[in-house]
């Protein structure tokens, strides 16, 4: 459950990264950036509840270690 | 009463099944004197103190830690009669014993290591950024253990966390943590990283940490790795030997994931760096056009400014060929034949007159 999770997380990270790194490029205009900036927000924000809601999966293997097996 | 009669063999026989049923294991501390490796394989040496001397028996790949002859031992072994009649101890494990002597042996295994290559940072593998799978190696019921996982649950979350629950010293500790490390190494879903753990503790507590046997197998892992022994102060070989060290367990966590509340803030930045970037174009383009325009108006000024003055100058002109002011001058406009005897009109600035030709002579 939470790999596909964290990888959204990876991956909104980058598009973020993406969309930011457009706001210094050639490409900028201002018609597009009011767009670009809604998406940006929207993606930071599903970014912080994506982190708040992800949980560790911890597991002790069975095996046990104590002597050869 | 009859005596009991025994043959050589027989009485060695029993005798080594009283002895081992009386010490099946037993410590015994004491100095290493005449410390010698035959053949590669076996090791022989005496252990003393200042009241006795007892010969040691063991096989080279059971000797773990360097020792030599001075230095002050624990040996875990089974008292042994031997077929010759000599009494010696069959030694199962032998560690330093105090301060003195687990440093020494330190020093000898750090440079035997060293001239291996073992520690050199061309070896290191860096982390994943942020890895989904960790193995990670210490006792469950360790402090450290616990520090661990809350603070790597505090900065991260979305991770599968599988852990190898071996004991983190004593003598059996570092032949549990090569098994576990070998579990992890031969998984069909290799962890991205493998993570040994254990806190702080006092040198003998963390002596299995310098272990040559863990030691090697550290460095032989698939997988890179991250130990986080002990306090900062501490510095096992395992921890020179891993691909990334870490100063305790609570750091430890810190160096494998990163830190959500760090995200989370870093986001919100970028969001915030976007506005200025947005407001600063917003503000050069209104300057561009105030200056376009600016530009414009000093156009249009400039152009009716010479418009103007074309206009002044051809009015000066049209106003020099107006009649009138030659008229006004003094002279005088002729219409009418100019032969005798024609009427003409003579027409001064102020009158017309009709006169009649009484003369003509061209010029």
New interface residues.
């Given amino acids: 459950m939470?790999?596909s999770?964290?990888?959204t997380?990876?991956e909104k990270?980058t598009e973020?990264?993406g969309l930011?790194a457009w706001?210094?490029s050639d490409e900028?205009t201002?018609e597009l950036?009011l767009e670009k900036?809604k998406t940006?927000?929207s993606l930071?924000l599903g970014?912080?509840k994506d982190?708040?809601?992800?949980?560790?999966?911890?597991?002790?293997?069975k095996?046990k270690?104590?002597s050869?097996s | 009463m009859e005596k009991t009669r025994f043959s050589v063999s027989d009485f060695i026989a029993i005798t080594n099944q009283t002895l081992e049923y009386a010490y099946p294991s037993l410590e015994i501390e004491g100095e290493v004197a005449s410390f010698k490796i035959n053949q590669d394989k076996y090791v022989f040496f005496d252990i003393k103190d200042a009241g006795g001397s007892l010969g040691c028996f063991m096989t080279v790949w059971q000797l773990r830690v360097p020792i030599e002859d001075g230095m002050k031992v624990i040996v875990t072994a089974t008292p042994k009669l031997t077929q010759w009649g000599k009494f010696s101890l069959t030694v199962k494990s032998v560690r330093p014993s105090g301060e003195g002597a687990l440093k020494k042996s330190f020093e000898i295994l750090k440079a035997k290591l060293d001239s291996e290559g073992l520690f050199a940072l061309d070896r290191k593998r860096s982390l994943p950024p942020?890895p989904?799978h960790i193995g990670v190696i210490s006792s469950?019921q360790a402090a450290g253990y616990a520090d661990f996982?809350k603070i790597?649950?505090d900065r991260?979350?979305?991770?599968?966390?599988?852990?190898?629950?071996?004991?983190v010293q004593g003598a059996?500790s570092p032949d549990?943590?090569i098994?576990?490390l070998q579990?992890f190494n031969t998984r069909e879903e290799l962890p991205e990283v493998v993570v040994i753990i254990r806190g702080g503790g006092s040198a003998d507590d963390l002596a299995g940490f310098n272990d040559e046997q863990l030691v090697r197998t550290i460095a032989a892992s698939r997988i890179p790795t991250l130990v986080g022994v002990g306090h900062e102060t501490d510095e096992s070989l395992s921890d020179l030997v891993a691909d990334v060290s870490a100063a305790t367990p609570s750091n430890a966590a810190q160096l494998i994931v990163p830190d959500?509340a760090e995200?989370?803030r870093s986001?919100?930045y970028?969001?915030q760096?976007?506005?200025p970037?947005?407001l600063q174009?917003?503000s050069d383009?209104r300057s561009l056009v105030r200056e376009s325009l600016e530009r414009a108006l000093r156009a249009v000024e400039t152009q009716h400014e010479r418009t103007e003055d074309q206009f002044y100058r051809l009015r000066r002109v049209l106003e020099q060929l107006d009649p009138n002011v030659l008229l006004k001058r003094g002279y005088a406009l002729l219409r009418g034949e100019t032969k005798v005897g024609s009427s003409v009109e003579i027409e001064t600035y102020t009158a017309i007159i009709k006169a009649k030709v009484e003369q003509y002579e061209p010029k």
């Fill in positions: 939470s790999q999770k964290d990888t997380i990876q990270i973020l990264d930011v706001f210094d900028f201002l950036a900036f940006a927000e930071a970014i912080e982190l708040a809601a992800l949980k560790n999966d911890i597991q002790v293997v095996q270690f104590d050869e | 942020v989904k469950t996982i790597i649950g991260w979350g979305g991770v599968k966390i599988d852990v190898a629950h071996v004991q059996d549990q943590i098994r576990a579990y959500k995200v989370v986001v919100r970028k969001i760096s976007v506005l970037r947005v174009v917003i383009q």
